[in-house]
């Protein structure tokens, strides 16, 4: 009777230990199977990131070949404004930033939209250049932007010295606060814009 108990308990004992080893076994397999789909999720955020900075370069490579903002840089190489600038360019799709940096409310006949603004939010400080896909439009378009642009779109703070003025199929706006008349004024940009374009204007607007 002994030996047949102790025949049960070893087979029993084996039996366990054999199912321990299989329990490891598929630890260990699932183990490679995770650290496999950690290198590919690695992989898929190595694209992404490579993607992202392939469309900051596709926009640097946007901005190089626009037309507007080299006359910006004209601009201030005539008139140099004390302040911190920076310069954007406006996605045409965007029209809420549209509307916030022109007052247009539609862009079916811009080709370009260009910006310079303080980068300080308490100074009120725009230059805006537009470029329209056909100059016969510059008039409507000009008149537009001056009655539609918000003049207090920064907190506390207005451009109330504005003009609008154009020459063939660029338009600028220009608005600034009054209180950094010592720093510049519309009059100063609109003959720095006129004399960049060959010192005539088709049109000038102001507010």
Known sequence: MKKVLLGVFL????????ACQKSDND???NSVETEDTTQVETNEDSDTANNSITNTQDEACTEAESELFPIIQQIYEIKTPDLALG????????????????????????????????MIGSQAYSLVLVQVNQAKDAESIANEMLQG????KWICVEANDLQVVAQEDVIMLFMVSSQ???VVTSKEIVEAFKEVRG???????AK
């Open 11 to 18: 087979a029993i004992t084996l039996s366990s230990f054999t």
């Open 27 to 29: 630890a260990g397999n």
């Open 87 to 118: 310069d954007i360019p406006v996605d045409l799709t965007n029209l809420d930033a549209v509307k916030y940096n022109t007052g247009l409310t539609d862009v079916s006949k811009i080709k370009e939209i260009a910006v310079s603004e303080a």
């Open 149 to 152: 642009i918000d003049q207090r």
């Open 180 to 182: 950094l008349e010592d």
């Open 199 to 205: 010192g005539e204007l088709d049109i000038e607007l």
